[in-house]
């Protein structure tokens, strides 16, 4: 099992819809979580991060955090084709420091 | 705030040469960066963790003989590819965390994307 697992993808939606991203994760002890966005050829880019559980909003961007069932998503809300990207899902345990990241899920918003 | 820099942004160098890849955060002190490694259409490879002042910490099956990484500042970090062969090709990206931080972000730089012939 990954450390870190995202839907496969790719994940295609209409414009103006929502998307949904999922990220799953093995330990417990983690503690901070990440959404990143990686435009192809480009770095990644931090979009929001959650430490609690429940919801966090940010403009149209909503990440949502389960401890008790591992689980981090990111919902972007009115999506527009600009939001066309992979979208990796990071998690760190404080005590290792470093960022375990997902494969990432690419994210078609169609006009 | 939070911005960090790479340069250069592209090289292309003969096989078996040296090429220095720099990495600044331009307004926060880092502590520790990270080296990642990504090929086409794959995801992030970690290669180390750079911490100032000390000896970089390698991932499994990353040689670090090959792989020179310095971490002389709280504002800059470089990774040295040594004997470059056209294997490594591959776009390079630094991230850095700010001292003061203390849920663990990372910024990442823009990259710098290396071409061996």
């Known amino acids: 099992q990954k450390e870190v697992e995202q839907n496969s993808g790719p994940l295609s939606v209409p414009e103006g819809a929502i998307a949904s991203l999922n990220c799953t994760y093995s330990d417990r002890g983690s503690q901070s979580f990440f959404w990143y966005r990686q435009y192809s050829g480009k770095s990644p880019e931090l979009i929001m991060f959650i430490y609690s559980n429940g919801d966090k909003e940010d403009g149209r961007f909503t990440a949502q955090l389960n401890k008790a069932s591992q689980y981090v998503s990111l919902l972007i809300r009115d999506s527009q084709p600009s939001d066309s990207a992979t979208y990796l899902c990071a998690v760190v345990v404080t005590n290792a420091g470093k960022s375990t990241f997902g494969d990432g899920t690419t994210l078609t918003v169609k006009p | 705030g939070a911005v960090v820099s790479q340069h250069p942004s592209w090289v292309i160098c003969k096989s078996g040469t040296s090429v220095k890849i720099e990495c600044r955060s331009l307004d926060f002190q880092a502590t520790t960066m990270f080296w990642y490694r990504q090929f086409p259409k794959q995801s992030l490879m970690l290669m180390a963790t750079s911490n100032e002042g000390s000896k970089a910490t390698y991932e499994q099956g990353v040689e670090k003989d090959k792989f020179l990484i310095n971490h002389a500042s709280l504002t800059l970090s470089t990774l040295t590819v040594t004997s470059a062969h056209p294997e490594d090709s591959s776009f390079y990206i630094c991230?850095?965390?700010?001292?003061?931080?203390?849920?663990?972000?990372?910024?990442f730089g823009p990259g710098t994307r290396l071409t061996v012939l």
């Open positions: 991230s850095a965390r700010d001292a003061l931080n203390s849920y663990n972000e990372q910024f």
